[in-house]
C-alpha cells in the first residue's frame, strides 16, 4: 500500500535550517510528484510547493523562493524539504502529499518549532 | 487572508445536506479545477474531490463536488457525525503560479 513516512519534530533557533524527509513507499516513487503542504497551529493549510522525482525539478511557492529548497534521493525513494532562515512564524506541521490529480496520499506530518 | 474565500463555518443535524463554498477568481477557480479535503483533528487531510467534481475510490457519493464561474462547492447529503471535520477548496492560481487553498470551514455536526 501507499505509504509516505516523515521524519520526527524538529525544534530549531530563529535563523536555523532544518530538513525533513519524506520515505515513499507502494508506489513507483519517479512516477508521482511530491507536493509541500504546512500548517500553523490552529490555521489553514499553505502550500509550499513540489517536486519532481523523476527529473528533480522543482516548483516553489512565490513566497518561499529563496528559501526553500526541495530534493529528492531516488536510490532510497525519499523526497527532502529544507526551509531556512527559520522565524517563530515558521512553526508548523509540515506534510508532503503525493500528487496524482490531488494530493492523494499525505505524510504523517512532522512538527516544525521554531523557538529560542 | 487566504485566497480562495470559505465560509469559516457550517453547521446540520444527522441526515441534513450541507453546502460549503469556496469562491475565487479567474486566475484560479475560474480557469483552472478545483480540489476538496477533509481533516480530521490531529490528522493529515484527506482527498474528497478532485477535477471539480470527481471521488476517490472510498469516497462515499453523500460527498459532491460542483463549479460555476469562480466559485466552487462542496456539498455532503445525509450528514452523519463522522463528517464533523474540517474542509479546505484548492486550486491552481495562474498569477502565483501556485497551489492555493481556501482558509477553511470548521463543519459542525448538531
Redesign the interface.
Known amino acids: 500500500q501507499v505509504q509516505l513516512v516523515q521524519s520526527g519534530a524538529e525544534v530549531k533557533k530563529p535563523g536555523a535550517s532544518v530538513k525533513v524527509s519524506c520515505k515513499a513507499s507502494g508506489y513507483t516513487f519517479t512516477g508521482y510528484y511530491i507536493?509541500w503542504?504546512r500548517q500553523a497551529p490552529g490555521q489553514?493549510?499553505?502550500?509550499l510547493?513540489w517536486i519532481n522525482p523523476n527529473s528533480g525539478g522543482t516548483?516553489?511557492?512565490?513566497k518561499f523562493q529563496g528559501w526553500v529548497t526541495m530534493t529528492r534521493n531516488t536510490s532510497i525513494s525519499t523526497a527532502y524539504m529544507e526551509l531556512s532562515r527559520l522565524r517563530s512564524d515558521d512553526t508548523a506541521v509540515y506534510?508532503c502529499?503525493r500528487d496524482n490529480?490531488?494530493?492523494?496520499y499525505?505524510?504523517?506530518?512532522t512538527l516544525v518549532t521554531v523557538s529560542s | 487572508q487566504s485566497v480562495l474565500t470559505q465560509p469559516p463555518s457550517a453547521s446540520g443535524t444527522p441526515g441534513q445536506r450541507v453546502t460549503i463554498s469556496c469562491s475565487g477568481s479567474s486566475s484560479n477557480i475560474g480557469s483552472n479545477l478545483v480540489y476538496w479535503y477533509h481533516q480530521l483533528p490531529g490528522t493529515a487531510p484527506k482527498l474528497l474531490i478532485y477535477k471539480n467534481n470527481q471521488r476517490p475510490s472510498g469516497v462515499p457519493d453523500r460527498f459532491s463536488g460542483s463549479k460555476s464561474g469562480t466559485l466552487g462547492s462542496l456539498a455532503i447529503s445525509g450528514l452523519r457525525s463522522e463528517d464533523e471535520a474540517d474542509y479546505y477548496c484548492a486550486a491552481w492560481d495562474d498569477s502565483l503560479s501556485g497551489v492555493v487553498f481556501g482558509g477553511g470551514t470548521k463543519l459542525t455536526v448538531l
Not at chain 1, 489553514?44 to 502550500?47: A, H, V, Y
Not at chain 1, 499525505?106 to 506530518?109: E, F, L, P, S, T
Open positions: 507536493n503542504v489553514g493549510l499553505e502550500w510547493g516548483k516553489y511557492a512565490q506534510y502529499a490529480e490531488g494530493a492523494d499525505w505524510g504523517q506530518g
